[in-house]
């Protein structure tokens, strides 16, 4: 017998989990499009937007004001999360291929979906959600396929890092799920020291290097708003209130939807492969939705 899972505040909470999603498709663009402007510096500068945006929400709500004091231990884990998440990916950029970083990195929904079946009261994983995340995994490997993929050893610590980040990334997602009494509001505080600790490493590490002109400088504030300020909010909130083992499944939809975008503006030409990475994705996450519905 099934009956629907997804129902009242727990659909409504994955579909805003989804919008998270739809704006990390756009990171791509918006930073192809904010010109060389060094990672830890491009960090420092949209996350305090998107903390700075957040923060002044919370200010404008009567009552609210009092979400930014929290435990150390979320701090903890939200500083972490963000902070460490970025970090990790931008050292692996450093000391591995590009394409081959982000092919380990993008482990992270599968690991979603299989911590998941720690969460208190979860029903378990059933066979739907291992296959639908692992068609999008293969979905995700089909958008490499002809960018001359090689795990060389001399590159082994930056897939480390990767790899360390998928973990850390996963680890932030399903642990924001148990601390549902942390309201939402506090992800403009962990945004806000993310900034803070992005622009020291920035200063330690890299150069400075200013946008030149309008266009990139618009990308940057897009990026702080959208997919480095808002997208946070929205995945709090489907982590913590929707089905986080489909969300995971979902979040493979961004790097096919991020390609696609790319090929619409000029940054990137269509490949056959596109079709076979949707049609992939699309089924893992029909096979998670109907694992989700099915009781």
Known sequence: ???????????????????????????????????GIPPFQLAAITFLIGGAAGSIGVLLRPGRAGALRQPLSVWLLGVGGLFGYHALYFTALRLAPPA??????????????????????????RPGHLLGAALGLAGV??????????????????YAAALAAAFVWAGYSVLSARAGAVPTEAVAGFCLATGGLSLLCHLALERTVWPQDPTSWAAIVLLGLGPVGAAFYLWDIGCKRGDVRLLGVAAYAAPLLSTLVLVAAGYAPARPALALSCLLIVAGALCAVRASRTK
């Open 1 to 35: 017998m099934t009956t629907s899972a997804l129902t009242g505040g727990t659909a409504r909470a994955t579909m805003i989990g989804f919008g998270a999603i739809l704006l990390w498709s756009l990171l791509a663009l918006f930073t192809s499009a904010s010109g």
């Open 100 to 125: 081959e970083a982000g092919l380990v990195n993008y482990l992270w929904p599968l690991l979603i979906v299989l911590f998941s079946a720690w969460l208190p009261g979860s029903r378990g994983l």
């Open 141 to 158: 490997g089909v958008l490499f396929v002809g960018r001359d993929i090689a795990f060389a050893a001399a590159a082994l610590p930056g």
